[in-house]
């Protein structure tokens, strides 16, 4: 009798503990969030937007050039990257029985855990010293290095989801292999596909590490890919760990715009895949 | 009108030159990582010739004397993932545990939902929070009790620094919990429910199916979630560089400023003057990169074991 009662408490207690841990972290990103939107919002006007940041110590200004220089940085990103991260998940998905697959699988894998910081060496390594110049080119070699092996896996995962009969209907009907792997399947699942590149391109936007020695910022607006350029992220690291209230103001400000970004990037990824895939996860 | 081919020859080209243009573009991936270590490598020989393997073991870092030694960095980097996962695991864990056994239904989603969130938050984002909220938090609300309590041990003595391996390893924990919580979820749905139900049929109580049946099925998987979220840990820079403090120091206690690899890459690589310091840094690179691909392996296997290759975790929940 004492024994079962000892039992039922241990049960409720663990229970309710991982209620509590869950809770507490569900309440982080609440806290998170919270903050950001608190100590960001009031700074959000129509300067913030229009313009390019003051010299230190006055008050005013705007990122402006850091908006404009994520886009063209991210973008140049996605240009480089999107096509070997879909072509090698199209390959995964088609031809990825074998040995080679699932070596490249397994690659894709650990390269998505590597430290972007390293990949920035290697950016720089390739673009900066040859040119012997910082330039937002070299940051986007290394943020699409950064997209390959992501891009890889969400486009096989997604490949895999066209119904074999798709495909078996249209080689019945006598169309190539190739011809069908394009048509038919990357075609069925172009939806998806292009969410995929987005949450990429989601993910990369808010890095900073890979661009510290690569596109290295500038406090100007910039539109030359072969000069130094700033993006929002180098822009909040500037800010946040500078001595000045008016850069932490900013700070927090670019902060809710580069969260803002992410988090309508990946929500309308989601909800596309949602709509059309919705029974399968 | 194109003439529908009679022989399969014309599309057997094709066919081969579609295959031979997605197979080099996959052969991109396995070119990337002998490109990566390729270039750490060469980047790291001044360093490696001059220093050998005693680079590991020292820790002077002194630019002027030129004089290299890593060790305060590799051990805050290993100090401050432990203690994140420390503090990330009954977290993630308890999250896994309540989506796949206690959660009802219709809370299963949302939940999910804000937990995929918090990976979708850029790291130097969790930097400026760190700062501002959590790092005041700490001082206010969490260091004077744990002084009170704990003062006595090496790990709790000395002053506050605010950039501390106590901030780092906090803000290092909350970034990786998606990464362990969504493998971990993933392998605990793998479980059958046979398992449950013979453990309940049993006469276990919930939790007791949940500690006996469920958990110890799942194991080689949780271990790979949690190895998964320590390599995460090992490399993650803007967050920690903004918060540990960056000192060149070996320092057992949490309130200590500390260092990592990643954070040492980060302020120093772009002020790197000579070629030696330089060369220095690639070296941490390539230390860094060498041990969080091997993190990495480890985990993938034992994910792959219960997943069957699937992409789990490489994008939270």
């Known amino acids: ?281 | 009108m194109t003439r529908p081919s009679l022989t399969l020859r014309g599309t057997d080209r094709s066919d081969r030159i579609y295959r031979g243009i997605l197979t080099g573009l996959a052969l991109a991936l396995p070119a990337l990582i002998l490109i990566i270590l390729g270039v750490l490598f060469v980047g790291a020989l001044p360093a490696l010739r001059r220093f050998g393997p005693s680079f590991l073991w020292t820790s002077t870092w002194d630019p002027v004397a030129e004089i290299y030694g890593a060790a305060p960095m590799i051990f805050g980097t290993i100090a401050s993932s432990i203690l994140a996962l420390v503090i990330a695991v009954p977290l993630a864990l308890s999250v896994a545990i309540f989506l796949t056994e206690f959660s009802p239904r219709w809370l299963r989603q949302p939940v999910a939902f804000v937990i995929e969130l918090l990976a979708a938050i850029p790291s130097v984002v969790y930097g400026t929070w760190g700062i501002f909220v959590l790092i005041p938090f700490l001082r206010n609300n969490v260091v004077p009790p744990l002084k009170a309590v704990l003062g006595w041990t090496p790990f709790f003595q000395g002053v506050f620094y605010g950039n501390s391996l106590l901030a780092g390893g906090i803000i290092l924990a909350i970034m990786i919990v998606p990464y362990i919580a969504a493998v971990s979820r993933e392998v605990l749905l793998a479980v059958p429910s046979s398992q449950r139900e013979a453990a309940l049929a049993m006469g276990a109580t919930r939790w007791e199916a949940v500690r006996s049946a469920v958990l110890p099925y799942g194991r080689a998987g949780l271990i790979g979630g949690v190895i998964l979220g320590l390599g995460r840990a090992l490399g993650e820079t803007m967050a920690v560089t903004m918060l540990i403090g960056n000192r060149h120091d070996i320092g057992f206690s949490v309130f200590q400023p500390a260092y990592t690899m990643a954070a040492a890459i980060a302020n120093e690589f772009s002020e790197a003057t000579t070629h030696l310091y330089l060369s220095a840094l690639f070296e941490v690179g390539l230390i860094l990169f060498v041990l969080t691909v091997v993190v990495n392996a480890i985990a993938r296997f034992l994910i792959w074991r219960v997943a069957r290759g699937r992409a789990v975790g490489s994008r939270a929940l």
Not at chain 1, 208 to 231: C, D, I, K, R
């Open chain 1, 1 to 281: 009798m004492n024994r079962v009662l000892r039992r039922q408490i241990t049960s409720r207690f663990m229970t309710a503990l991982v209620i509590g841990l869950s809770f507490v972290a569900v309440l982080t990103l609440v806290l998170i969030l919270g903050n950001l939107v608190l100590k960001g919002a009031s700074s959000l006007d129509w300067a913030f937007f229009t313009k390019s940041p003051v010299p230190a110590g006055q008050t005013g200004g705007g990122v402006a050039n850091a908006i404009v220089g994520t886009g063209i940085v991210v973008g140049l990103a996605a240009l480089i990257g999107v096509p070997f991260g879909v072509g090698a998940g199209l390959y995964l998905a088609e031809y990825g029985g074998g040995r080679l697959g699932f070596l490249v699988r397994f690659i894709a894998d650990v390269l998505n855990g590597t430290p972007s910081i390293v990949i920035g060496i290697v950016g720089w390594t390739f673009v900066v010293r040859p040119t012997s110049r910082f330039s937002a080119l070299a940051g986007s070699v290394a943020l699409a290095i950064l997209m390959i092996p992501m891009l890889a896996r969400t486009t096989e995962e997604i490949v895999r989801l066209v119904p074999h009969s798709l495909r078996e209907a249209a080689l019945a009907l006598g169309y190539a292999r190739w011809r069908t792997s394009l048509r038919i399947v990357a075609r069925t699942a172009l939806g998806g596909i292009v969410t995929g590149c987005l949450v990429g391109v989601a993910r990369i936007a808010g890095e900073t590490a890979p661009l510290l020695f690569t596109a290295l910022g500038n406090l100007n607006f910039s539109v030359h890919v072969t000069q130094p350029m700033q993006t929002l992220s180098l822009q909040i690291y500037v800010y946040a760990t500078g001595p000045f209230e008016e850069w932490h103001r900013l700070a927090w400000a670019s902060a809710l715009v580069l969260m803002g970004l992410v988090l309508i990037i990946s929500l309308a990824a989601r909800w596309v895949t949602r709509e059309r895939y919705g029974s399968v996860r």
